[in-house]
T-cell receptor, first 112, second 114 residues
């Protein structure tokens, strides 16, 4: 079945560590996105990519990094510079940038 | 800049009652509007979307929404609530001409009681 796979579902990080969240899609979508969700704040855009080897910062990119070396993959690294990383992270993709986005099931990141 | 306001962070209804979730937007260009639903610890699922054409949009699970340009609104309704409708609902607007991603409202949690 086609879809978006995020892994792992739960992730724990120690203070000062970088962690990478995986997002893979087999929908042949050009555009991919990373959002952060905190209770009562909706979704906020971290990074997005409309084409391979190109990505743009969203509203809250500080402390995060991404790469887009392959069309189907858009990993997100939460660096030690992100001071409040505990959140639910959602990856999405769309055929084109102005088309509806399809979401993965998310990764919940917690700090030990 | 575009923005979305969802009125009411929590809405409670009885099973069988009308569901009304409110969404207002601001946009300097014709908007693309969306409603998504999220169940606990899951991603978002598209309920319906408005792009152009008919202003009354029907979606999945019996939901519909009406685009009212004069009121800058895109309220979500369902005639009769079901227990399975309990979830969090997000309204979103697309900056299609700017080529950036969706801008989401803060969400409305719908509770359905028997």
């Amino acid at each position: 079945d086609g879809g978006i796979t995020q892994s792992p579902k739960y992730l724990f990080r120690k203070e000062g560590q970088n962690v990478t969240l995986s997002c893979e899609q087999n929908l042949n979508h050009d555009a991919m996105y990373w959002y952060r969700q905190d209770p009562g704040q909706g979704l906020r855009l971290i990074y997005y990519s409309h084409i391979v080897n190109d990505f743009q910062k969203g509203d809250i990119a500080e402390g995060y990094s991404v790469s887009r070396e392959k069309k189907e993959s858009f990993p997100l690294t939460v660096t030690s510079a992100q001071k409040n990383p505990t959140a639910f992270y959602l990856c999405a993709s769309s055929i084109k940038r102005d088309q509806p986005q399809h979401f993965g099931d998310g990764t919940r990141l917690s700090i030990l | 800049a575009q923005s979305v306001t969802q009125l009411g962070s929590h809405v409670s209804v009885s099973e069988g009652a009308l569901v009304l979730l409110r969404c207002n937007y601001s946009s300097s260009v014709p908007p693309y509007l969306f409603w998504y639903v999220q169940y606990p610890n899951q991603g978002l699922q598209l309920l319906l979307k408005y792009t152009t054409g008919a202003t009354l949009v029907k979606g999945i699970n019996g939901f519909e929404a009406e685009f009212k340009k004069s009121e800058t609104s895109f309220h979500l309704t369902k005639p009769s609530a079901h227990m399975s409708d309990a979830a969090e609902y997000f309204c979103a607007v697309s900056e299609d001409q700017a080529g950036t991603a969706l801008i989401f409202g803060k969400g409305t949690t719908l509770s359905v009681s028997s």
